[in-house]
């Protein structure tokens, strides 16, 4: 079983920026298997992908709301994946989800993803 535990969440400015990170632990885990995501949920409404990358660094941050601001990358030697997050909106703010998944497919939908972390809160304010 893996377990994930993200962190940096917080409450910023428009236009500052944060940096989550995910923690993945467990005997389960070996970093070169899993695909690590990141999903975010804003209040009623569903959750939402933003980013995702491989053991290899593949990665994609195909989302139309976050492009050129919004970068993944992952340490795997601490197994870690971060979120940098830049020019944050109001929009922005949401609960932020680290995911995990076997494989190296980069999923873009939340069912594709195995492991969950509790999530942590970003608050963008004006």
């Known amino acids: 079983q893996v377990q994930l535990v993200e962190s940096g969440g917080g409450l910023v400015q428009v236009g500052g920026s944060l940096r989550l990170s995910c923690a993945a632990t467990?005997?389960?885990?070996?970093?070169?298997?899993?695909?690590m995501g990141w999903f975010r949920q804003a209040p009623g409404q569903e959750r939402e992908f933003v980013c995702a990358i491989n053991w290899s660094d593949a990665n994609t941050c195909d989302t139309d709301s976050v492009k050129g601001r919004f970068t993944i990358s992952r340490d795997n030697a601490k197994n870690t994946v971060y979120l940098q997050m830049n020019s944050l909106k109001r929009e922005d703010t949401a609960v932020y989800y680290c995911a995990a998944r076997q494989g190296l497919t980069l999923a873009t939908i939340y069912a594709n993803y195995d492991s969950w972390g509790q999530g942590t809160q970003v608050t963008v304010s004006s």
């Open positions: 467990g005997r389960s885990f070996t970093s070169s298997r899993y695909v």
